[in-house]
């Protein structure tokens, strides 16, 4: 089976836009995860995606919100950007409670 | 309470030897436990794992040692290679089944195999 994609892989943005990120998870898999990767904060949970329905949230402003579609492929939005949203966003897939990580899409904030 | 906390921030070890990592966890509720190894570049990629009913679990030159009393569980490395340097996460979860999938990290290792 294919692994977990993202798109794009890296991406620069300026304070105050906008950006959307994709995952297409492994096939069969209806669980979506996405979470936020800095030097600072580590590995940190966003929200997972079960279904087309959130299923949890963590602690992040509502700047980031997500949304899934009947194919299980998710998209992550951040709106007003931000310098501190500089990261590496990684998204997981599961269909048992193991998670499987794509290689992440790099977000640069200017 | 979601705390994951994990020792030591950096190891270097030289090849052949054993890499021990250690994590801590605060949550009782917690009965997932996997470790993950992530390359520069890359996403994590999921190494090993273990639930509550052992106390230990082997794959290949890896091991977990889990401790139920002491919330502690920890990631032995044997005969570790020039290819094992990589930053290690531990991570713990609940039930997926009843609380779906969140994984809380601990702060990663980096792990240095000298050759």
């Known amino acids: 089976k294919a692994g977990v994609t993202q798109t794009p892989r890296y991406l620069i943005k300026t304070r105050g836009q906008q950006v959307t990120l994709s995952c297409s998870p492994i096939?069969?898999?209806?669980?979506v995860s996405w979470y936020q990767q800095t030097p600072g904060q580590g590995l940190q949970f966003l929200f997972e995606y079960f279904s087309e329905t959130q299923r949890n949230k963590g602690n992040f402003p509502g700047r980031f919100s997500g949304r899934q579609f009947s194919n299980s492929r998710s998209e992550m939005n951040v709106s007003t950007l931000e310098l501190g949203d500089s990261a590496l966003y990684l998204c997981a897939s599961s269909d048992s409670g193991e998670q499987y990580f794509g290689p992440g899409t790099r977000l640069t904030v200017t | 309470q979601q705390q994951v906390k994990q020792s030591p921030q950096s190891l270097i070890v030289q090849k052949g030897g054993i890499s021990i990592i250690n994590c801590a966890y605060e949550n009782t509720a917690f009965d997932y436990f996997p470790w993950y190894q992530q390359f520069p570049g890359k996403g994590p990629a999921l190494l090993i794992a273990?639930?509550?009913?052992?106390s230990e679990k082997k794959e290949g030159r890896f091991t977990i040692s889990f401790n139920k009393s002491a919330k502690q569980f920890s990631l032995h490395i044997m005969d570790s290679q020039p290819g094992d340097s990589a930053t290690y996460f531990c991570a713990a979860s609940t039930d997926y089944t009843a609380a779906g999938n969140k994984l809380t990290f601990g702060g990663g290792t980096r792990v240095l195999v000298k050759p």
């Open positions: 096939s069969g898999h209806r669980s």
């Open positions: 273990i639930r509550p009913d052992v």
